[in-house]
T-cell receptor, first 110, second 113 residues
Framework: QKEVEQNSGPLSVPEGAIASLNCTYS??????FFWYRQYSGKSPELIMS????GDKEDGRFTAQLNKASQYVSLLIRDSQPSDSATYLC??????????FGTGTRLTIIP | DTGVSQDPRHKITKRGQNVTFRCDPI?????LYWYRQTLGQGPEFLTY????????KSRLLSDRFSAERPKGSFSTLEIQRTEQGDSAMYLC???????????FGQGTRLTVV
């Protein structure tokens, strides 16, 4: 069973600080990794994709991928109350479908 | 680009009734996916289409579930003889191709009473 693991949280971070979200996956053949943000009662919204080892930055978001250690992380700089949401990590295990973790609930404290 | 559109947004049905959901993908996307999400869980894969061909179905998709994508455009997901365990958010997503970003619609929240 190919899996994606996330700490369910909740993770509380003060406003303006860096939020760090982590995800591990079980299969070394994984090629594509994605972070989605999901507000309560809403559908997932894609915020980052990463395909190769290293860092990828987009505004306040940085995704980090380490294929040797089989983990992917998301850093959110200058956290805002609007960043409070559940963050879903997803991996493509060499097939068409995405496998999701259970999500990490992030709360930004004003 | 109007995004992925799903209809209806909410559906309440009595146990045993049939329901049908519709998904309109992003127009240039040839991959269309259906997922199901229950409270506290990540989305779970149900099935996907490449153009009009249904190429994979999860074992989660019992015989009561059927999906179609006629002419490779919009897709429908039908659940026959609904059960309370079918209550969930049904999500549709589309993408340009293998391994590419998938974009989700607003979802259809099904409640079976």
């Amino acid at each position: 069973q190919k899996e994606v693991e996330q700490n369910s949280g909740p993770l509380s971070v003060p406003e303006g600080a860096i939020a760090s979200l982590n995800c591990t996956y079980s299969d070394r053949v994984s090629q594509s990794f994605f972070w989605y943000r999901q507000y309560s009662g809403k559908s997932p919204e894609l915020i980052m994709s990463i395909y190769s080892n290293g860092d990828k930055e987009d505004g306040r978001f940085t995704a980090q991928l380490n294929k040797a250690s089989q983990y992917v992380s998301l850093l959110i700089r200058d956290s805002q109350p609007s960043d409070s949401a559940t963050y879903l990590c997803a991996a493509n295990f060499g097939n068409e479908k995405l496998t999701f973790g259970t999500g990490t609930r992030l709360t930004i404290i004003p | 680009d109007t995004g992925v559109s799903q209809d209806p947004r909410h559906k309440i049905t009595k146990r045993g009734q049939n329901v049908t959901f519709r998904c309109d993908p992003i127009s240039e996307h040839n991959r269309l996916y259906w997922y199901r999400q229950t409270l506290g869980q990540g989305p779970e894969f149900l099935t996907y289409f490449q153009n009009e061909a249904q190429l994979e179905k999860s074992r989660l998709l019992s015989d009561r579930f059927s999906a179609e994508r006629p002419k490779g455009s919009f897709s429908t997901l039908e659940i026959q003889r609904t059960e309370q365990g079918d209550s969930a958010m049904y999500l549709c997503a589309s993408s340009l191709g293998w391994g590419r970003e998938a974009f989700f619609g607003q979802g259809t929240r099904l409640t079976v009473v």
